[in-house]
Each structure stands twice: as C-alpha cells, then as structure tokens.
C-alpha cells in the first residue's frame, strides 16, 4: 500500500479535471485519509466547493443505529407495488432467462416488496424462464441452474431481504444523506431501484 505522503504527491500531480472525476464518482471507495488529501486538492486548486459537499455526502454512510433504523423505515413502507402495507417489506433477487431465436437474454433484478408481490414476482419470473428460458445454448445450461437455484432461495428470503436493503442502502448513501430519508424519499427511491437490472455481483 503507499503511504500517504505519496499519494499526496500523486494527487499534487493529478488535473483539475481528473479530481473533479475522482470526486464526484470514486470518493465513495477512498480510505478516510486519502479523502481528506482530495479535499486538500479541491480546496487549494479552488475547484467548485460544493464538491466537497457531495465528498461529504457520499462517504458519510450509515452504521449502527442509524443504518438499523432505515432498515426499519425501509421495511414499513407501503408496498410499491400494491400499496398496500400488511406485513413489513423483503428485498428480493429476481432472475428470468428469455431465450429469442438463439440468443438467451437473461436480466436480474432486485425488488423490495412485500411478501405477497414478492413471492408471486419470483414464481413468475421462475415459470418464465422454465418456458422460454431453454431454446438457446447458453439458455441450456444457464435455465436448469436459474431454476433450481431461484426455487432454492425461497428458504433464504430473510437473508437475501437482509443483503439487498444494506446493498441499497449503501448505493445510495449520497442520496440519502442529500434528499433526506422521508418516506416520500425512500419511496421513490425504491421504485425506481426496482426497476433497475442489476449487472452480476
Ligand atoms: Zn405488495
């Protein structure tokens, strides 16, 4: 690893532009001192300030208390997807494999819902697959491992709930630290995570 003294000359010797970058996209992953040396950057080649507002925001994450009780806001929401709010709300993995004419198309999603639309968005997606997910080479191997593997997961839903709402959490660290974690906020922020795909881990 080097010592901070040269990362500090590395930096010294960056442009403006590839600071810039470093904070508005990599900052999250930067260790505590190396954070404080890209704030030194910013403020001493004078770059836009509220670059390091955003540094800030994005690295401020959420531990302890904190984080245990947005996972408890997360969990109370109402459900996206049929609103309606009767048990606490699960993350979910959702995989389908599609395969058209010899090409299988295969996207994953993750969902917070609640038990109910959660469950159905699984079986749904595992029917799918086990329909149209063969017809192509890679649809062979990848549908039988899909399957099983997605029918398996049903025995994990709490731990799987558990890795996806932290995942968001920390994706979204900056967010939340800028928008604020109203419900309003959380709500929308997670339909829209809903939607996304999520490339492999
Ligand atoms: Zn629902």
């Given at each position: 690893?080097?010592?901070?003294?040269?990362?500090?000359?590395n930096?010294k010797?960056?442009?403006?532009?590839?600071?810039?970058?470093?904070?508005?996209?990599?900052?999250?992953?930067?260790?505590?001192?190396?954070?404080?040396?890209?704030?030194?950057?910013?403020?001493?080649?004078?770059?836009d300030?509220?670059?390091i507002?955003w540094?800030e925001?994005?690295?401020?994450?959420?531990?302890?208390?904190?984080?245990?009780s947005?996972?408890?806001k997360?969990?109370?929401?109402?459900?996206?997807k049929?609103?309606?709010?009767?048990?606490?709300?699960?993350?979910?993995?959702?995989?389908?494999?599609?395969?058209?004419?010899?090409?299988a198309?295969?996207?994953?999603?993750?969902k917070?819902?609640?038990?109910?639309?959660?469950k159905?968005?699984?079986?749904?997606?595992?029917?799918?697959?086990?329909?149209?997910g063969?017809w192509s080479?890679?649809?062979?191997?990848?549908?039988?491992?899909?399957?099983?593997k997605?029918?398996?997961?049903?025995?994990?839903?709490?731990?799987?709930?558990?890795?996806?709402?932290?995942?968001?959490?920390?994706?979204?660290t900056?967010?939340l630290?800028r928008?604020g974690?109203?419900?309003?906020?959380?709500?929308?922020?997670?339909?829209?995570?809903?939607?996304k795909?999520?490339?492999?881990?």
């Amino acid at each position: 690893m080097y010592s901070v003294e040269e990362i500090r000359e590395n930096y010294k010797g960056f442009s403006n532009s590839k600071i810039e970058n470093i904070a508005k996209n990599e900052s999250k992953g930067l260790r505590k001192d190396v954070l404080g040396i890209l704030k030194d950057e910013i403020e001493t080649r004078n770059l836009d300030i509220n670059l390091i507002n955003w540094v800030e925001t994005e690295t401020k994450s959420f531990d302890g208390i904190e984080r245990d009780s947005l996972i408890t806001k997360i969990q109370n929401l109402n459900c996206p997807k049929c609103s309606i709010k009767k048990d606490k709300l699960y993350g979910f993995e959702i995989n389908q494999i599609v395969s058209v004419l010899l090409f299988a198309n295969d996207t994953r999603k993750e969902k917070i819902l609640c038990l109910n639309c959660g469950k159905k968005a699984k079986l749904k997606a595992i029917l799918i697959t086990f329909f149209a997910g063969w017809w192509s080479r890679r649809g062979i191997f990848l549908t039988p491992f899909t399957v099983l593997k997605d029918s398996f997961n049903f025995l994990f839903i709490d731990k799987i709930s558990d890795r996806i709402i932290n995942r968001v959490i920390d994706e979204n660290t900056g967010h939340l630290r800028r928008k604020g974690t109203e419900n309003k906020t959380l709500n929308l922020l997670i339909k829209r995570r809903n939607q996304k795909e999520i490339l492999e881990d």
